[in-house]
């Protein structure tokens, strides 16, 4: 707080800047204002729930912002402004349960490992057409009808909102989008995870150093800014008045819900963690989370796969007061009655909740706290170093390990027995054999990839910068999503293992682009195109004329032309029909062509 205090007194577009900026530190916040201009998108906003004013002007006044009245009073008379602080969540969790227990309940004596039998069908529920094939696999989690619903919900918002926005002669009109330009939009998305550039515009620049051509083969910049600008989920007509704030995204939400339950079952070992969405804007459920790389956005719990990381179900938090241990119960709704095993951590086991799930055939184990219905005998136990001590009661096992001096283990299981395991490696202080107990052996086993998922989405993160929550929400879960389909993928061609999810990811977005497109149309290998670069080549000036070729602009009119590269430079208006193939500047043949590959200024 004292940096943020101390900071120089700063302009009204750099605070919005700051407020509404998702994913830049703070470090950035005095970069230029044409840097600030080129970056960011500025959304139609026209939603109830969209917690973004429509006009920049009154993101001040908010709920979430409070003053108490002696700084109201203050402010009055002082000259200096004050920065108003965000509201934001602490991370929610249940209240402590009573320290009181009855003792009788729990005994030292230790019942015999036995787990009943699972009953679960683990692996794909659906076979795409050609399993080897990516985009039969991607379809499978992401099918033409959501991409018909986006374009449909987009084309509806526009014509909700055309009339409030300003018409800019520079901005082509807008068309409705189709589900096909839609599923290419979202293919440059993908490709924009992989290919990191500091600004959108600099996926369409022109600039030799910093060229992708496909970005502007499949779509111009002006339309891909208007569709990222109108992008909607849901119909603001048909919000109903006790609506939910999840509900601008919360038809996404349940296709790909049910979609990773219908595809793909989880094996017998399971895994709870939770994700942070980024996101640092106003937002009345975003929650603070210090465990987390990204501590600041919205908060989803998975339910994954120990395996695999396939994320089985999700459950977005939107700030709604509900216990913890419900929300835990209604992720694992689906995997009742099998007899899975789940391993979580201390932020979610206790007593109670362990007896619940035993109750709907789900066996638990992981750390837990000591206010979560702890034995009071094991709360004061001593130990030595790399020795357990047990309690129990019914089928929930109490343990506590001694790892070292410092350290001690408490675990909760309704899996394993109190049995300690030789590990077969010696401690290097003491040189005595370490003993661990079998519930801390498959705890480390199966709780290692439970954060998988989120470390193959910070890789090739889709979403972009955006004033929109629900935007950045709907693209995380496109990421869970092609994530999931990685998964099956590799489930069905054991042998081709060796695919990475960068090159996973490319094909799918290869796929997109190239969706329904005519052959004569799919070969981007030659960098060839009509639109005037403003930028010459770095190997215009090689010395081998041989490897420059004049062709037509256009092979199917002939009377397609433009200005003359250098006859431009030079303040003359001549055009041409011929343009160097591997430069793509329009010159004449003889004289230009010869000077703008052999001088230096021509």
């Known amino acids: 707080m004292n940096n943020v205090r101390n900071r120089p007194r700063e302009s009204t577009d750099e605070r919005l800047q700051w407020f509404f900026d998702p994913t830049e530190e703070v470090a950035n916040l005095y970069s230029t204002q044409n840097e600030r201009d080129d970056t960011i998108i500025y959304d139609e906003c026209a939603d109830v729930l969209s917690d973004v004013p429509d006009d920049f002007a009154d993101w001040e006044e908010d709920d979430g912002y409070q003053k108490n009245e002696s700084e109201a009073e203050s402010s009055e008379d002082s000259e200096i402004p004050t920065r108003k602080i965000r509201r934001t969540l602490q991370l929610p969790t249940d209240s402590d349960e009573s320290d009181k227990e009855d003792s009788a309940q729990w005994s030292d004596f230790d019942l015999p490992r036995t787990n009943n039998k699972f009953e679960g069908s683990p692996g794909p529920n659906i076979f795409p057409k050609d399993t080897q094939s990516v985009e039969d696999i991607v379809e499978l989690y992401i099918g033409n009808d959501l991409f018909e619903y986006i374009s449909n919900e987009t084309n509806k918002y526009y014509s909700q909102n055309c009339n409030k926005r300003k018409l800019d002669k520079k901005n082509p009109k807008f068309v409705d989008v189709t589900a096909l330009e839609l599923r290419k939009w979202f293919g440059l998305v993908i490709l924009m995870g992989i290919v990191k550039k500091a600004r959108i515009d600099d996926y369409w620049s022109t600039n030799p150093l910093i060229d992708t051509p496909i970005?502007?083969?499949?779509?111009?910049?002006?339309?891909?800014?208007?569709?990222?600008?109108?992008?909607?989920?849901?119909?603001?007509?048909?919000?109903?008045?006790?609506?939910?704030?999840?509900?601008?995204?919360?038809?996404?939400?349940?296709?790909?819900?049910?979609?990773?339950?219908?595809?793909?079952?989880?094996?017998?070992?399971?895994?709870?963690?939770?994700?942070?969405?980024?996101?640092?804007?106003?937002?009345?459920?975003?929650?603070?989370?210090?465990?987390?790389?990204?501590?600041?956005?919205?908060?989803?719990?998975?339910?994954?796969?120990?395996?695999?990381g396939y994320i089985s179900s999700f459950k977005i938090y939107s700030g709604v007061g509900q216990p913890l241990a419900k929300t835990v119960m209604e992720l694992l709704a689906p995997s009742y009655g099998k007899w899975h095993h789940l391993y979580m951590d201390t932020y979610y086991n206790s007593v109670e909740l362990a007896g619940n799930l035993l109750e709907k055939k789900i066996r638990v184990c992981g750390t837990i706290r000591q206010n979560r219905g702890f034995p009071e005998k094991l709360k004061r136990v001593n130990v030595n170093v790399f020795e357990?001590?047990?309690?129990?009661k019914g089928e929930v096992l109490a343990l506590v390990w001694r790892t070292s001096k410092t350290k001690t283990i408490r675990m909760i299981s309704t899996i394993h027995n109190a049995t300690l395991t030789n590990t077969q490696?010696?401690?290097?202080?003491?040189?005595?054999?370490?003993?661990?107990?079998?519930?801390?052996?498959?705890?480390?086993?199966?709780?290692?990839?439970?954060d998988w998922p989120d470390q193959y989405l910070s890789y090739y993160p889709i979403y972009r910068k955006t004033i929109k929550w629900s935007k950045k929400v709907c693209m995380y879960l496109f990421n869970c999503a092609l994530f999931n389909a990685f998964r099956t993928y590799q489930y069905f061609n054991t042998e081709h293992k060796s695919l990475r999810f960068h090159d996973f990811l490319l094909k799918v977005s290869d796929?997109?682009?190239?969706?329904?497109?005519?052959?004569?149309?799919?070969?981007?290998?030659?960098?060839?195109?009509?639109?005037?670069?403003?930028?010459?080549?770095?190997?215009?000036?090689?010395?081998?004329?041989?490897?420059?070729?004049?062709?037509?602009?256009?092979e199917t009119n002939k009377r397609k032309r433009r200005n003359c590269h250098v006859c431009s430079k030079n303040k003359k208006r001549k055009i041409t029909n011929l343009m160097c193939k591997s430069c793509g500047v329009a010159l004449h043949l003889g004289d230009c062509f010869a000077a703008y590959h052999t001088k230096e200024k021509y």
Request: aromatic letters at 12%; charged letters at 25%.
């Open 425 to 450: 490696t010696k401690c290097r202080k003491t040189n005595y054999t370490i003993k661990k107990p079998e519930s801390v052996l498959d705890y480390n086993k199966y709780m290692k990839r439970v």
């Open 388 to 392: 357990a001590c047990h309690q129990r």
């Open 511 to 554: 796929s997109w682009i190239k969706y329904h497109v005519p052959a004569s149309e799919q070969n981007l290998e030659v960098a060839i195109t009509t639109r005037k670069s403003h930028h010459d080549p770095v190997d215009r000036l090689s010395g081998h004329i041989k490897q420059h070729q004049l062709v037509l602009i256009c």
């Open 215 to 308: 970005f502007r083969k499949t779509m111009s910049r002006n339309r891909f800014k208007q569709i990222l600008s109108f992008l909607h989920f849901s119909d603001n007509n048909k919000k109903p008045d006790n609506a939910d704030r999840l509900f601008k995204v919360q038809f996404i939400i349940n296709y790909f819900s049910k979609k990773f339950k219908e595809n793909f079952n989880p094996s017998q070992n399971i895994s709870i963690d939770e994700g942070i969405i980024p996101w640092r804007g106003r937002l009345n459920f975003k929650v603070y989370n210090p465990s987390k790389i990204t501590k600041y956005g919205i908060l989803i719990r998975m339910l994954c796969d120990s395996i695999t």
